[in-house]
Every structure is written in structure tokens, then in C-alpha cells.
């Protein structure tokens, strides 16, 4: 609804004179239009990103981490396992998620950490979606789920846990996976852990032939 008040409209009240009636608002959440706050949230972001740099910097110079786990893990081969990796190429890795909407959902990410999708070459996010090509594949393949879900968090303001390093999320769904438990609750319910999940798609990853065998699926 849009809610405004001018001297045509005052005018009108005190003639008692009727004005043609406005289109009745569609259904849905009310809208009070307020330009103004442009300004104020433009400048709450840059301070929000000073303040996420000075985080970054204190980060790197105190734990010895990078800020991104997806980077400090792309940088760690060897802790693949434990850090739940089911696939590693040249340009990234997908992995499970440790904190799940549903059992299997993974995460997909540069070995490049940048903040934003056109942070990214050309052929960085072509290799990027490459990726995500490849776990959409094995997640299919794996779970049969009966949809997914894909997308991307850009920025902090938009739900990014990991702000500074772009990642894409791909959640399996089923009919009935949000119930009373998790609308009424507040509570997910997880029915593998992460160790089965892992297990179940690496070894789907190696029946399939890796990624060459995985990227002859894609192109046939």
C-alpha cells in the first residue's frame, strides 16, 4: 500500500468532494516508501566494511588463519578429510556444509578467495560454475533428492557467513523436510551426519571416474 499526502488531497477532504478511487494494492506486506534512508544505509555499509576488513586483518595476524575457513581448507590438502572436502580439482572444492539446512548440502568455492561474483575473472567464474555443474551432478546421482535449491550470499547484509570469500550452496530437498520441528520448534532435524554424508559422496565421486569421469557425464 502506498501511503501519501498531498494538497490535492487536502483539498479534496475539506470540499468533501470525492476523488476517483486508486487502484486497491496488491496482496502482500505493506510498503511506506522512504528515500531518504539510502543515504544512511549506503554509509552503514562502508563502515560495515572497514570494520570487516580491520576483522580480516586482526584474524590473519593473530590465529595465523586467513579469515575464510574455504580458503585456510583449500590451503590444508591434507586435512580434507576431517574438514569433510568430498572433492578437490585444480580451481576449488566442494564440501559439505557443517552447519546443514538438510542432510547433504554442500558448498562449492574458489581456491581464490574474493568478496563478490564480478570480483572473479571471466574464466574464474566460469570455473566456478563448473563446479557447481559437477556438484550438482554427484549430489543428484548420490541422494536422489526430489529438488535443490542453489544460490549465493553476496555480502553480510545478504547472509554470507564467510563474507570475503564467495561460495554457492546447494541444498537437497524432499517433500516434508520442513516440518512442525523446524517452523514451530526452531529446530532442524539431520537425520546422517556429516562423516556418512561425506563417505556416501566420495565414494559416488570415485565410481563415477573423478573429475574426468564426472566431466564426460557433463558434456554427454
Known amino acids: 500500500m502506498r501511503l501519501h499526502w498531498d494538497a490535492m488531497d487536502e483539498k479534496t477532504v475539506k470540499s468533501g468532494s470525492e476523488k476517483p478511487a486508486e487502484p486497491k494494492p496488491e496482496a502482500g506486506h505493506t510498503a511506506l516508501q522512504a528515500p531518504w534512508r539510502l543515504e544512511y544505509l549506503e554509509q552503514a ?31 590444508r590438502p591434507h586435512g580434507d578429510e576431517a574438514n569433510h572436502v568430498v572433492v578437490r580439482t585444480g580451481e576449488g572444492l566442494i564440501l559439505l556444509n557443517a552447519f546443514p539446512y538438510t542432510s547433504g548440502h554442500l ?39 526430489q529438488g535443490v535449491n542453489v544460490g549465493v550470499n553476496q555480502g553480510r547484509a545478504a547472509g554470507a557467513g564467510v563474507p570475503q570469500h564467495l561460495h554457492v550452496h546447494l541444498v ?3 517433500g516434508g523436510d520442513v516440518n512442525f520441528m523446524s517452523v514451530v520448534g526452531q529446530v532442524r532435524i539431520i537425520p546422517a551426519s556429516l562423516e556418512l554424508m561425506a ?14 569421469g564426472w566431466g564426460r557425464r557433463l558434456q554427454g
Not at 566456478?128 to 546421482?141: E, K, Q, S
Not at 559422496?201 to 571416474?209: H, K
Open 45 to 75: 555499509d562502508k563502515a560495515e566494511g572497514a570494520h570487516a576488513a580491520a576483522a580480516e586483518t586482526g584474524a590473519r595476524a593473530g590465529a595465523g588463519g586467513s579469515g575464510s575457513f574455504l580458503l585456510d581448507y583449500w590451503n
Open 107 to 145: 558448498l562449492v568455492a574458489l581456491g581464490e578467495a574474493r568478496p563478490t561474483l564480478l570480483d572473479y575473472t571471466a574464466q574464474q567464474r566460469a570455473a566456478l560454475w563448473r563446479l557447481v555443474d559437477l556438484a550438482m551432478a554427484l549430489m543428484l546421482d548420490t541422494l536422489r533428492p
Open 172 to 174: 537437497p530437498r524432499w
Open 199 to 212: 563417505q556416501r559422496y566420495r565414494a559416488a565421486w570415485r565410481a563415477g571416474g573423478g573429475e574426468v
